[in-house]
């Protein structure tokens, strides 16, 4: 990556500003958080109830927001569009992987709710009860989210790629009710099948399941067990269209969610109702510019990750827009699929992550080239940093140089968005994800918790409570105090590094644990990784620091090569030579890899981030940890032994 290109920015055009739905009043009211969240909560919300108190922080770090409000979820969701008159307008207009569509709009989507709503209660399902949701991304995973939350029971989805060990984990940590699946699912063309899994995960005795509803999506042959499983067109087919949302408390839990476990052991991660939509909503509606009328917008992330949480079921969905929501992977049937898509639907807004954009520059941009993309006006990235690279071409090549680049930072536990910039009013950089949202206070601290000049790295920490932060891990309060609050003293610490430029924009640096030291040098893998995908020959790189008897740490680099690449190594050339200079380079000669290891693939989790804590086992000779959140597990067998190998060499 040559430095120009990182200082280059974008400021925003003016037709974009003038056209904008907030500004930079926006910021200016953002700064009495108070009072922007509980005007917030007001005007994105339906209450049934008003609160009375915008946040009781009198039990930090247990925090309640807008004190004595009722409403319920669904009803924000859904049945509020249809009263406003909009009922005929699309929700969500559903591809499924084999190329059948279905398309819902708002009175549709309502009314299949309501009745999802009867049968689960019909089985026993009522406020407070768990549900856990093992489903493909079709339309009745959303489906099956909102009918619990219309009843004020707790989702807890457990990502359709999970082991039955996984599967049974998360019902047992939850002591969930009820499950729902499906036969099965299509992914990469084929059909797989998922209820085999969840008869596996309940095989055991000792589990709180009583029934187990199956959506038909693929016909794959099923077994069901008597008096516990039942199908989702009998149970949801035949139920009445009718049902009257109640209103819950502002608190009343919303869901459960397990982080993607990069850093180790997942944390069910508990959210509640008023907070969470109204950060959610709020946070779609500004970094978006959403205008419900025009826009479509698609998020590409599964609902088994925070992001298809807050930016599929929820968000839009809360805001009145029209989606897209894709089953299958993005080269299936061919690698041409997403931008197809996007233009049949006419995509104007979407979100992404730069893992996905990684792989799109590898595949080549003659294949989005030959689809029509002028109906994007805005593009976001969420997930890890996006490197330079990646997003100067997402910029350029999906983007046509006219649509801005939103870099959202934020995590399962901050519940919605936390850093971006605002497309209307800041001048976007390549790589950074800039500025809190408005009602947020975000800092960069030292080890001590003290504030740190502008240029200078270390920890992310949030200093005030926002709406849609966590409020608890489920079942472990004395973990949720160790994990966040006891780092640093009245601040949340998010786990992640980070430096602000001289202009006070905010960089992220990777994980805290993923921080190295080189004979005394702090290093990031982020810029590390950036450096490397900076180069022709890479297509992604993870970094790590190994134990190293000279150097204490040493940094091990593992890169995926690209066409170009790869016929530097059939022409003979010292490819890690090459990365190691080019490193130094960039960086200086601090940050040279010791090994770079060139591997065909990286372990990622099924929501595509890099797992290094396993790269370090392997660099370290360890026997590797817990892979349950992997999408591959086959990967880092090949790594491993790839590893052994090179070091034998
Ligand atoms: P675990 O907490 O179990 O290790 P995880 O942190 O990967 O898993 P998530 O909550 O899905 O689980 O991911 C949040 C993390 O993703 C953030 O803490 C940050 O490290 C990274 N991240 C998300 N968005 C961005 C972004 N825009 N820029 C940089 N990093 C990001
Ligand atoms: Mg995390």
Redesign the pocket.
């Known amino acids: 990556m040559s430095h120009d290109a990182v200082q280059k920015t974008f400021p925003p055009s003016e037709e974009f500003t003038a056209n904008a739905r907030y500004g930079a009043e926006l910021l200016e009211e953002g700064r009495d958080a108070e009072a922007f969240w509980a005007k917030t909560a007001r005007d994105v919300l339906t209450w049934d109830t008003d609160f009375t108190q915008t946040l009781d922080w009198s039990d930090a770090p247990f925090a309640r927001w807008f004190v004595g409000g009722k409403l319920n979820a669904a009803y924000n969701a859904l049945d509020r569009h249809v009263e406003a008159g909009n009922g005929d307008r699309v929700a969500i207009y559903f591809e499924g992987e084999p190329g059948d569509t279905r398309t819902y709009t708002y009175a549709d989507l309502t009314r299949e709710v309501k009745k999802a709503a009867n049968a689960f209660a019909s089985l026993g399902v009522s406020q407070g009860d768990r549900v856990a949701v093992y489903l493909p991304m079709i339309p009745e995973a959303v489906i099956t989210m909102l009918a619990c939350a219309r009843l004020g029971a707790v989702h807890s989805v457990v990502f359709g790629g999970f082991s039955p060990d996984a599967l049974r984990q998360r019902v047992d940590d939850a002591e969930a009710k009820l499950v729902v699946t499906a036969d099965g699912s299509y992914r990469r063309g084929q059909p797989t099948r998922l209820k085999p899994t969840v008869d596996q995960a309940l095989e055991r005795e000792g589990h709180t399941v009583q029934n187990v509803v199956v959506v038909k999506r693929n016909g794959e042959p099923v077994e069901f067990v008597e008096g516990r499983d039942v199908w989702w067109e009998d149970v949801v087919g035949s139920a009445s269209e009718e049902h009257e949302a109640k209103a819950f408390d502002a608190e009343n839990p919303l869901f459960i969610l397990y982080?993607?476990?990069?850093?180790?052991k997942?944390?069910g991660i508990l959210h509640t109702t008023g907070g969470y939509l109204t950060q959610g909503a709020q946070t779609f509606r500004a970094t978006f510019d959403l205008k419900p009328e025009t826009d479509v917008f698609w998020c590409t992330a599964d609902v088994g990750?925070?992001t298809g949480h807050s930016y599929v079921a929820y968000a839009p969905l809360v805001n009145g827009a029209t989606q897209v929501m894709y089953e299958g992977t993005p080269n299936t049937p061919h690698e041409g699929r997403w931008w197809e898509i996007v233009e049949k639907y006419k995509v104007s807004i979407l979100y992404t992550a730069p893992t996905a954009i990684r792989t799109f520059m590898k595949w080549g941009e003659d294949i989005p080239a030959k689809y029509d993309l002028s109906s994007l006006r805005l593009l976001g990235?969420?997930?890890?940093?996006i490197n330079p690279e990646a997003w100067l071409w997402y910029h350029r090549v999906i983007g046509a140089g006219r649509c801005p680049i939103v870099?959202?930072?934020?995590?399962?536990?901050t519940g919605a968005q936390m850093l971006t910039p605002l497309p209307s009013v800041h001048a976007l950089k390549p790589g950074s994800?800039q500025q809190p949202v408005p009602g947020v206070e975000i800092d960069v601290v030292d080890e001590l918790g003290d504030p740190l000049p502008n240029g200078q790295a270390g920890f992310l920490v949030i200093r005030k409570p926002w709406p849609s932060m966590l409020r608890g891990i489920w079942g472990d309060p004395e973990r949720f105090k160790s994990t966040y609050w006891s780092r640093f003293e009245g601040m949340y610490f998010?786990?992640?590094g980070a430096k602000r430029d001289e202009d006070g924009d905010i960089w992220?640096l990777g994980?805290v644990d993923d921080v190295m030291n080189v004979s005394g040098h702090r290093l990031s893998s982020t810029e590390i990784e950036s450096a490397l995908v900076g180069h022709p020959y890479v297509a992604e790189a993870a970094v790590i620091g190994a134990s190293d008897e000279t150097t204490g740490e040493a940094v091990v680099a593992f890169v995926m090569l690209q066409e170009a690449g790869e016929q530097a190594v059939r022409d003979g050339e010292d490819v890690q030579a090459t990365l190691r200079a080019h490193v130094g380079k960039e960086i200086g000669p601090i940050a040279k890899p010791r090994n770079v290891l060139v591997t065909p693939e990286l372990p990622k989790t099924r929501?595509g981030?890099i797992m290094r804590r396993l790269l370090k086992d392997v660099a370290e000779g360890r026997e590797v940890g817990d892979t349950m959140t992997l999408a591959d597990p086959g990967v880092m067998r090949q790594i491993a032994e790839d590893m052994r190998n090179s070091s034998t060499k």
């Open positions: 982080t993607s476990g990069t850093t180790g997942p944390k990750w925070v990235s969420v997930g890890e940093s870099d959202t930072w934020w995590q399962t536990e994800a998010a786990g992640d992220l994980r929501s981030k």
